[in-house]
T-cell receptor
Framework: GDSVTQMEGPVTLSEEAFLTINCTYT??????LFWYVQYPGEGLQLLLK?????DKGSNKGFEATYRKETTSFHLEKGSVQVSDSAVYFC????????????FGKGTHLIIQP | KAGVTQTPRYLIKTRGQQVTLSCSPI?????VSWYQQTPGQGLQFLFE???????NKGNFPGRFSGRQFSNSRSEMNVSTLELGDSALYLC????????????FGPGTRLLVL
């Protein structure tokens, strides 16, 4: 079945540092890839997505590129802020069945001022 | 537009009881999916309903069931509750299915004693 692997953290960075959260996946066919974010006290929300190889999703200064050759979708941001502190989930959808929307375990990111 | 709502927000049950959770999607959305979130297993897909039909089902026992009504509202039922069913249950809606952006509700936190 489908699976997503990401570092769980917590990952602690200083404000303005460069962020990378690694995400690799196993899936059949050509999945759509997503990053969802859960801010403290809020519900899960979509951060960005990519639907085919070499697509780059971007939002709020975050970027991730769909790399089919390395089955990866790493999340990056050039300069993080305290307000970026949250839990980040990498997810994929490959077309249904028992896997549905498959999530990684989530990465807890803490940004210190 | 109102977001996804879930009721109740908190629930305490005892082993062997059954429970019904409710989810009201964003107006116009026809797809509703359910997830179980626990510290150990993370976010796991339960099932997806689209226009009153179950379209995808995750690897959960038959004690977990759901349905969707003609107004797209969905209910999830868990029978013969076990301690391990304690979790945050999230529902999400989208216009057309799991490949689209999912809009998540705040969740129902279930505690089984």
């Amino acid at each position: 079945g489908d699976s997503v692997t990401q570092m769980e953290g917590p990952v602690t960075l200083s404000e303005e540092a460069f962020l990378t959260i690694n995400c690799t996946y196993t899936a059949t066919g050509y999945p759509s890839l997503f990053w969802y974010v859960q801010y403290p006290g809020e519900g899960l929300q979509l951060l960005l997505k990519a639907t085919k190889a070499d697509d780059k999703g971007s939002n709020k200064g975050f970027e991730a590129t769909y790399r089919k050759e390395t089955t990866s979708f790493h999340l990056e941001k050039g300069s993080v802020q305290v307000s970026d502190s949250a839990v980040y989930f990498c997810a994929l959808y490959s077309g249904g069945g028992a896997d549905g929307l498959t999530f990684g375990k989530g990465t807890h990111l803490i940004i210190q001022p | 537009k109102a977001g996804v709502t879930q009721t109740p927000r908190y629930l305490i049950k005892t082993r062997g009881q059954q429970v019904t959770l409710s989810c009201s999607p964003i107006s116009g959305h026809r797809s509703v999916s359910w997830y179980q979130q626990t510290p150990g297993q993370g976010l796991q897909f339960l099932f997806e309903y689209f226009s009153e039909t179950q379209r995808n089902k995750g690897n959960f026992p038959g004690r977990f069931s759901g349905r969707q009504f003609s107004n797209s509202r969905s209910e999830m039922n868990v029978s013969t509750l076990e301690l391990g069913d304690s979790a945050l249950y999230l529902c999400a809606s989208s216009s057309d299915g799991l490949r689209e952006t999912q809009y998540f509700g705040p969740g129902t936190r279930l505690l089984v004693l």
